[in-house]
């Protein structure tokens, strides 16, 4: 970006303007990196739709200061700050670099995507950005070949990939092409898949870094990829993927590029072979163990027969009910097996996800997502009274996680306002929503998890149905609560006594929270009082 017609007092002017407005904004100039990390979580945080037009300083008329490069540090990963010739003053033209533009755009790509709750955004990115480990990526995502065709869901795709790695939650990219397991493949029809699979290579990673994200491709030949071939192919050009050498990979990731990796392996006698797609995408993630493995098509996740997409898949709970289904073909099955095998290998906290390409934030980071979740959890049923219910484990259950005992007539005064128990199926984690008299928003009167179901995704399971099926809930926790920094995540506000915390979520009039803090304030305790019991703490959630 240049100055044009403007002399050295302007300059001067224009660089202590910006270095000024910067530091209003909270900027560390001595460490712009700082900046970087803590601003754009700051932005998505307190900004709601009203508020977003603020972003679009570049429409003033009058006055109008060169933001499209300080932007940068909002959405792009700028690792120096920018000098007086890169911001101006002028009121008549401003001139934008295509990268500050684009990087702008990112951002409010980002905001229309995921939606007007900026809590819901910082919620999972606390959730996301907990490795500590470089080398460890977040995600391991396959793009299906089709995507490769939509130029507009490629740019949406690339867009979040890129919005990812700026906020530390590294990618690697598989890509290639299903192929069925009767296919064969000749020479021929390897060196055109090999041919397309470099081409677009080439168009993710120029995707990729015009979105300010860096990439590598790992082309053939470099050994990540060892396969060997199967015999009975007549032409032997179809392989089976034997091992994954990670070494290039961790060296993308420790060097903060995205690696780009496509579907053709070698054998050990250096002979290139075709491999299915998927099949490498998964284990690619059983060597890297991310928190997500996305699936990416053009279609979205897996649609039932009233062509509504299945939110999410609990395995193996799930499974079998899954594959009676109807519209469940030979294709489905197989991809549906192999999900589950690829999560008996994966750390309890991973999941796999079938998503469209250019809904990535929204599935991301928003509580609805966009596809189809899978992942391995605890069968949890619902019941609209205790009539099935055995009322000696569930009291044990409440007992253990709270290391509290009940009182003899909790059961009695809860089962006339009970609108939904959430109940795990060896009773390891339970969820008790009532309707209180005269109180419109339904109240959460007990939450709690076994210790040996702690760190399995159960609770976060069981709240994800809860939250699915409760727009507004309250709640309250004793002030000495372990688990209460828990809640907090999850809530949207809270109030205290210094006995008490009470929590909600979903409110539209703030006013209703005085309502709820008393009601919740007069209910009756739940437990016997401490000195009445002794029982040796087991869990606390």
Not at 400 to 427: C, G, K, M, P
Request: proline residues 3%; negative net charge; charged residues 20%.
């Amino acid at each position: 970006m240049c100055l044009c017609n403007t002399d050295d007092s302007m300059k001067k002017s224009a660089r202590n303007l910006s270095l000024s407005i910067l530091k209003m904004r909270g900027c560390n100039l001595y460490n712009p990196e700082r900046f970087y990390q803590t601003m754009p979580l700051q932005k998505l945080r307190d900004c709601s739709r009203a508020s977003r037009p603020k972003l679009k300083l570049l429409q003033s008329t009058d006055f109008r200061l060169g933001w499209s490069s300080m932007l940068s540090y909002v959405v792009g990963p700028q690792c120096s700050l920018y000098t007086s010739e890169q911001a101006y003053v002028t009121a008549t033209h401003v001139n934008t670099s295509e990268q500050s533009l684009e990087n702008f755009n990112d951002l409010k790509r980002f905001l229309d995507t995921v939606g007007s709750d900026p809590k819901e955004v910082r919620y999972w990115m606390k959730q996301f950005q907990r490795s500590t480990d470089p080398l460890k990526p977040f995600c391991v995502v396959l793009i299906e070949d089709d995507v490769f065709k939509r130029p507009d869901m490629l740019s949406h795709l690339c867009s979040g990939l890129s919005f990812l790695q700026r906020n530390e939650m590294k990618s690697v990219i598989v890509h290639g092409e299903r192929i069925p397991s009767c296919e064969d493949i000749s020479l021929d029809k390897l060196q055109e898949s090999r041919n397309t699979f470099v081409r677009n290579s080439m168009i993710l990673v120029n995707m990729l870094e015009a979105h300010g994200a860096k990439a590598r491709p790992l082309f053939t030949g470099n050994n990540i990829l060892v396969a060997e071939k199967l015999h009975q192919c007549r032409f032997g050009m179809l392989g089976q993927l034997k091992e994954v050498n990670t070494n290039l990979i961790k060296w993308c990731l420790g060097s903060n590029h995205i690696p780009v990796i496509y579907s053709i392996g070698e054998s050990v006698q250096g002979q290139l072979l075709d491999l299915d797609c998927l099949s490498t995408a998964q284990r690619v993630a059983e060597e890297l163990e991310p928190i997500k493995v996305l699936q990416l098509n053009t279609n979205g996740g897996i649609q039932s027969a009233d062509n509504q997409v299945i939110k999410q898949v609990n395995m193996p709970s799930d499974l079998d009910g899954l594959l009676a289904q109807s519209w469940c073909n030979e294709e489905m099955t197989e991809r549906i097996y192999s999900i589950s095998r690829l999560l008996d290998r994966l750390p309890n906290q991973s999941s796999v996800v079938i998503t469209s390409a250019d809904t990535l934030l929204q599935e991301l980071f928003t509580h609805h997502g966009s596809g189809t979740m899978f992942k391995n959890t605890e069968r949890i049923h619902t019941y609209k009274n205790y009539d099935d219910v055995d009322l000696n484990r569930l009291y044990h259950l409440i007992t253990r996680s709270f290391h509290r005992r009940l009182r003899a007539e909790y059961f009695s005064q809860v089962i006339n306002n009970i609108d939904t128990l959430y109940l795990s199926e060896n009773y390891n984690a339970v969820a008790v929503i009532t309707k209180e008299a005269g109180i419109e928003v339904p109240y959460m009167d007990k939450f709690g998890v076994s210790s040996q179901n702690q760190g399995q995704g159960t609770a976060e399971m069981l709240w994800q149905m809860v939250r699915q099926d409760y727009q507004t809930l309250f709640w309250r926790s004793r002030h000495t609560n372990a688990i209460n920094p828990w809640y907090f995540k999850r809530s949207e506000g809270s109030w205290s006594n210094g006995k008490w915390i009470v929590f909600w979520y979903g409110l539209s009039d703030p006013k209703l929270s005085y309502e709820l803090v008393e009601h919740a304030l007069s209910l009756p305790e739940s437990f016997v009082s401490e000195a009445d019991h002794l029982i040796e703490a087991e869990d606390y959630h």
